[in-house]
């Protein structure tokens, strides 16, 4: 886990020269101080879990849900429109064919 090293170097902290910090004196002159901190095992053990493809296949669902819905509102929408069409040629056939052009246009 060498490569996953976390360093912080107190050297550059302005505010922590000649300072006491948790019961210790910090003098960057003498000794200065680096942490490193590095993950473990366990650690990663946590963190390498099935949660992210379930979020993946929940949010694709979705996805695959909506653009379904849509498509099948599409369908209903077209098949009203053609019989909407459909009853108002009908109906202007035969308007046209009982009343003369005249009485139509008023």
């Not at 946590?46 to 099948?72: E, G, K, N, Q, Y």
Request: with cysteine; net charge negative; aromatic share 14%.
């Amino acid at each position: 886990y060498n490569s996953l090293v976390k360093v912080a170097d107190f050297r550059n902290w302005v505010e922590l020269e000649e300072t006491e910090h948790l019961g210790f004196r910090i003098h960057q002159d003498i000794c200065p101080y680096t942490l490193r901190v590095y993950p473990t095992e366990e650690l990663e053990d946590d963190h390498h879990t099935l949660r992210p493809f379930f979020i993946t296949i929940a949010v694709a669902s979705v996805f695959a849900f909506s653009i379904a819905m849509f498509f099948v509102y599409d369908r209903l929408v077209e098949r009203r429109q053609k019989l909407v069409m459909t009853t108002a040629t009908t109906n202007l056939a035969l308007v046209s064919s009982l009343f003369p052009k005249q009485v139509r246009d008023r």
